[in-house]
């Protein structure tokens, strides 16, 4: 498949149909798209709760612990309606034949995790790398699950760009970035992906 290229507008699709190809599960589909429209760390993302999905206000968000937070929930991600939509239909189908109980999306306890490994344990980041790395390997491509989060933000910041009407309205929407990744030097990782 060639080189990655991080600004590629297609590479989650293409990912999608490597998933599609190995026929992943819907959890690891879930977790790549959640990878991809959120820019979270996969860490992030295998820890969520059920609770974290519940305590937003939006539907399309859950809070998530970020680096460097000392486990504490104070960062948040935003996905989309068909994202969503598959992540009710991963618990409500794959989670629920795992889960002793059999208990369904809005029956699981907050505390819950959201995803889950064969055996009922949480999923962890290291149990989900298999999965990915045998689906990149089998595809010939060269991508580990932190390049979807560059992806994220390069796309991001190219959107910004082209669409922003002003200088004002750029500062302003690339300083919502800053604030939606959590970076605590924000101008200093822009730089990194201006470069």
């Known amino acids: 498949m060639g080189p990655v290229v991080i600004a590629d507008r297609d590479l989650p699709y293409q990912v999608y149909q490597i998933g599609t190809k190995i026929e992943w599960n819907l959890r690891e589909t879930v977790i790549a798209k959640l990878l991809f429209e959120t820019g979270a760390r996969i860490s992030e993302i295998v ?15 859950a809070k998530v612990i970020d680096k460097g937070s000392r486990k504490v929930r104070r960062k948040w991600i935003r996905f989309s309606d068909d994202t969503l939509i598959l992540l009710k239909r991963y618990v409500n189908t794959e989670r629920k034949e795992i889960d002793p109980l059999g208990l369904t999306f809005d029956q699981i306890p907050d505390t819950a995790p959201i995803f889950l490994t ?9 149990t989900w790398y298999v999965h990915w790395n045998k689906a990149m390997k089998q595809a ?6 932190h390049k979807a989060r560059h992806w994220f933000v390069t796309n991001r910041m190219r959107i910004i760009k082209e669409t922003a009407q002003n200088e004002g309205e750029l500062a302003k929407k690339m300083a919502e970035l800053v604030v939606y990744m959590a970076w605590r030097s924000g101008e200093e990782m822009l730089g990194v992906y201006e470069h």
Request: proline residues 7%; glycine residues 6%.
């Open 47 to 61: 820890e969520l709760t059920i609770g974290d999905y519940r305590e937003r206000q939006d539907k399309l968000e």
């Open 118 to 126: 064969q055996r009922n344990t949480p999923l962890t980041r290291k």
């Open 140 to 145: 010939g491509l060269s991508l580990n699950p």
